[in-house]
């Protein structure tokens, strides 16, 4: 099965693609921004940058890489919805998925500030729903990104796990506290 990680910046088309694979190949879709927006369905629009929500929001990724790693080795390929701005992230994520016979698949999504702030700003008025982003946050997360290279992209072997921990899924279950090591 394969496990696509969607990477990119907020609005950088990350849900309507996995939308579309949602649908093409007929996959599961994990978009925590939906499960945040349902469960914290009171919040103000910039609440989500609070640390408590930043606590929350890792407890919900932990659980839907958790069920997706199931459902992955239940025979369904699996859409992380996710972002995905760390390379250690996505090396985590290929080296659980590889240790489970799962194939994972990096899907970057590229976007420059102009495109990403005229999309921002566009679905926000149509969908106040949204979480509320500002110019200066958006511009400066180009910088905090950190853009898949080739070898992610093609698939290579993932590089060695970070010092202090045994495996790249001790790393997991550390970066998403409610993820246990699989
Ligand atoms: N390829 C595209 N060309 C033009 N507009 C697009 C494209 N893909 C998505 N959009 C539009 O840009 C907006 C953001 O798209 P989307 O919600 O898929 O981004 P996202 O990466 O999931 O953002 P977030 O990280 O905030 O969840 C939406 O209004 C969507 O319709
Ligand atoms: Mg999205």
Do not use: N
Not at 38 to 61: G, L, M, N, Q, Y
Not at 128 to 137: H, I, V
């Amino acid at each position: 099965m394969t496990l696509y990680l969607i990477v990119g910046l907020p609005g950088a088309g990350k849900t309507t693609r996995a939308k579309e694979l949602e649908v093409s190949e007929s996959a599961l879709r994990l978009t925590p921004d939906d499960w945040q927006r349902a469960i914290f369905c009171d919040d103000s629009p910039t609440r989500w940058r609070s640390s408590e929500r930043v606590d929350h929001r890792e407890r919900i990724e932990g659980k839907l890489v958790e069920v997706g790693m199931r459902a992955a080795q239940l025979g369904v390929d699996v859409v992380l919805d996710f972002g995905l701005w760390g390379r250690d992230e996505r090396s985590a994520l290929r080296s659980i998925a590889a240790s489970l016979g799962i194939v994972a698949q990096v899907v970057y999504l590229p976007i420059d500030y102009a495109e990403q702030r005229r999309r921002v700003t566009s679905r926000y008025a149509s969908e106040p729903g949204q979480f509320q982003m500002d110019d200066t946050e958006l511009e400066g997360w180009h910088g905090v990104f950190q853009v898949p290279d080739e070898d992610e992209l093609s698939g290579a072997p993932i590089p060695p796990v970070p010092p202090g921990h045994r495996t790249w899924s001790h790393w997991a279950s550390t970066r998403w506290p409610s993820l246990p090591e699989l």
